[in-house]
């Protein structure tokens, strides 16, 4: 299954490199685990690990870590006087 293990590893290196342009705070080896933990657990669930599904499920997940910053962490925005 040689054939296999590569097809999914340049796919999920095309996925990593797509939501890494999207997601540039993140570093790219946090985006690659990212994209390798979706598919796994989709396969784990017996789910049919798409790339289309495991894309939008990393970018879901990727949006709801930046949304979950706390106030106190963000930068301030410009021309707010502290």
Do not use: W, Y
């Not at 598919?39 to 789910?47: D, E, N, P, T």
């Not at 049919?48 to 870590?65: F, K, N, S, W, Y």
């Amino acid at each position: 299954m040689p054939a296999l293990a590569d097809h999914r590893s340049e796919t999920r290196n095309a996925l990593t490199q797509r939501l890494s342009d999207e997601f540039a705070t993140f570093p790219l080896d946090a985006v690659h685990r990212c994209v390798a933990d979706v598919q796994a657990r989709m396969s784990h669930l017996g789910l049919d690990a798409t790339p289309a599904r495991v894309e939008r499920m990393a970018r879901e997940h990727l949006t709801g870590i930046l949304k979950s910053e706390p106030p106190s962490g963000r930068a301030p925005a410009e021309g707010v006087d502290a």
